[in-house]
Every structure is written in C-alpha cells, then in structure tokens.
C-alpha cells in the first residue's frame, strides 16, 4: 500500500499494410512514405499510480487510470501490444554508492518485462560521478540498423 507504480504502454500500433502509395504506414499519397504515421499508436502512453491495496497478484489503485493499457498478440490489423506495470522506489534524497564499479542499470526488455529504469527523487539525485547506462536495454535494444548494400 502506498507503493507508486509507473504502467507504460512499450508496444502498440494499428498498421496499415496495404501496399499502395496512399495507404502503406502513412495514409498520405506521394512519397516519401513515412511508416505509421497517422495510425493509433499507443506504444510509450504511460502514467503513474498509487497503490490503495494489494491481494494475491492483484493491486487496486487510489484512482483510476487516464489511458487503457493491452496485452495481446498481434494480429493482421494490429501490432503486438504489451505493457507493464513498475514498481517505483521512492527517495526523498538518492546518492549512487561512490564505491560501485558498474553504472546504474536495469534488466533488459525480454518481450514482456524490462527496458525501463525509474526513480522517483523528491529532492537530491548525486550520482558521484557514476553513469545510467540504458544503452540497448529498451524495446528492441535500441541498435541501429545495418544497411545492405548489392553490388
């Protein structure tokens, strides 16, 4: 009770696949095509929540969420839609152990959990010279891609 809990969309798009000029991504006719633009994108919607109680693999909040949140696989409409709830460690003052050898981090997103590290600091964050490193731990690891070249 009392735990603040972020609840963050990390996939979630309705595509639209039909392989014309006016509708593939963008709905726009002309190129350049833009991908998804103008489609429903939920992927990122998030908000934070306090927790009233809490039962056996349930929690009910002090009030109600803004945004609907998903779980499901894809399908030929839609992209596959997953969400999570994180639980927030709350400080009134947060200092990075100075001793630590390793940046501050947070597992990896597997597809269903990970990929998203959050403090709540009320006053001082001092990291001691330490670093956050995310680097390709979020939603599809963050890596770039690599381009293909034919000769």
Known sequence: MGDLVLIIQMQGA???TNNTDGSYGDGFVGDPGF???????????YEYGLVATTGAGTFTLV????YAYQNAAATTTAGQRRFQVVRVPQYQNFTLD???TAPLTAPTWNGSTGGVLV???AGTLTL???TIDMKGKGFRGGAGRAARWVA
């Open 14 to 16: 309705d595509l639209n």
């Open 35 to 45: 991908g998804a633009l103008g489609t429903n994108f939920t992927a990122g919607q």
């Open 63 to 66: 009030s109600n969420l803004t």
């Open 98 to 100: 100075p001793t630590l």
């Open 119 to 121: 403090l709540d600091v």
């Open 128 to 130: 001691n010279g330490k």
